[in-house]
């Protein structure tokens, strides 16, 4: 539904130049929730940006349904906006307004008629949550509350796509939780696509069916939650399973271990410890556990075990070598001095 083809954009300030895209190909489906994630400065937002014409790009395509943006009149632009909502870390209401008001605000820019406002912000206030707050001014709500008129407002007018540029970053985790419901059951119920970008590896555990990891202007790995999480490929997305899983093994346990310490991923079907057994009833090797964490996506169950092995040099190999065609995700952790 959200295509970008071979995309780059630079930004230029006088003689300096930035690559703040890098050949981007990238497919986002119809009604799914796709999460992009990465490092301040990796290119999230200026890719986001790109879906609703905030941002043009230097090179490539960016289509959103059947309608390329390149070459979009200012009118087009406008109404290819009425069918992708936004909304923002820091909510951006307008203090002076009203809940009831902030939402009215985006139906007069799309042109409803007025004798439409009334039933249609009672709909979004009841959509969001929200009932009992039409007249609450946005200084009188929690943060939780403001992400909800953001998320009323943005659904005005009934859009396909719902961008969410870092919207749960400045929330407490337990109000970040409600919102990622709310976020969930809005794509579930009205078949809103979502694309969200964030920091946060949770949000992606939380609520997104794919993901893509942004690093330094690229893409380094797009594919299903689950299997990011069970088999990440880069190093950049095993940073962040490890960030969620909160594995941390530091040097100076890993400088003192004997033998080789190794990294096993494991998902539900497979255990890790079933397989580690039979490895050392094989390979006649002793297994010590130094780390070990289990977790769950959408009732899936996937967890890192981190062991150390040791015996004989070649049993050692051999076992490493045969867990890896079983788990298909082993890494051998060496200690760098
Ligand atoms: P992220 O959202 O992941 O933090 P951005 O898309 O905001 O990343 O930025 C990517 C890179 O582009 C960064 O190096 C940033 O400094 C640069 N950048 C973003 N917007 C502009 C701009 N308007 N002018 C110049 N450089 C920019």
């Not at 977790?295 to 075990?305: K, M, N």
Request: aromatic share 6%; proline share 3%.
């Amino acid at each position: 539904m959200i295509t970008f083809k071979n995309i780059t954009k630079q930004y230029t300030k006088g003689t300096h130049s930035v690559d703040a895209l890098k050949d981007i190909d990238l497919t986002i489906h119809q009604g799914e929730i796709f999460g992009i994630i990465g490092a301040s400065g990796a290119g999230k937002s200026t890719l986001l940006r790109l879906i609703n014409g905030l941002e043009r790009p230097t090179a490539g395509s960016v289509a959103v349904g059947n309608l390329a943006l390149d070459g979009l009149s200012k009118q087009e632009l406008r109404h290819l906006r009425l069918d992708i909502g936004m909304i923002f870390q820091h909510f951006q209401l307008i203090q002076s307004r009203t809940v009831a008001e902030n939402i009215a605000f985006a139906l007069k820019a799309a042109g409803v008629k007025k004798t439409k406002f009334a039933a249609r912000i009672n709909e979004l206030i009841d959509l969001v949550g929200l009932i009992g707050h039409a007249d609450s001014y946005p200084s009188q709500l929690s943060g939780g509350q403001k992400q909800r008129v953001g998320i009323a407002r943005a659904l005005a007018n009934d859009p396909r796509v719902l961008l969410c540029d870092e919207a749960t970053s400045a929330l407490d985790p337990v109000t970040t939780q409600q919102i990622l419901s709310l976020l969930k059951d809005l794509n579930k119920r009205l078949g809103l696509t979502i694309v969200l970008i964030t920091h946060e590896i949770e949000v992606v555990k939380q609520i997104c069916d794919r993901v893509a990891v942004m690093d330094a202007g690229r893409i380094v790995e797009t594919g299903p939650t689950f299997s990011l999480f069970s088999e990440p490929r880069h190093p950049v997305s095993r940073r962040y399973v490890d960030m969620a899983l909160q594995i941390e093994l530091p040097d100076e346990i890993l400088k003192r271990v004997p033998g080789k310490v190794i990294r096993l991923q494991f998902t539900g079907d497979k255990t890790g410890e079933s397989t580690l057994s039979s490895a050392i009833k094989q390979f006649d090797i002793n297994v010590s556990i130094l780390h070990g964490k289990v977790d769950y996506i959408q009732d899936q169950a996937f967890g890192v075990l981190i062991v150390s092995l040791t015996g004989t040099a070649l049993k050692v190999d051999a076992a490493i070598e045969w867990l890896d065609q079983q788990l298909h995700a082993l890494e051998v952790i060496d200690y760098v001095a």
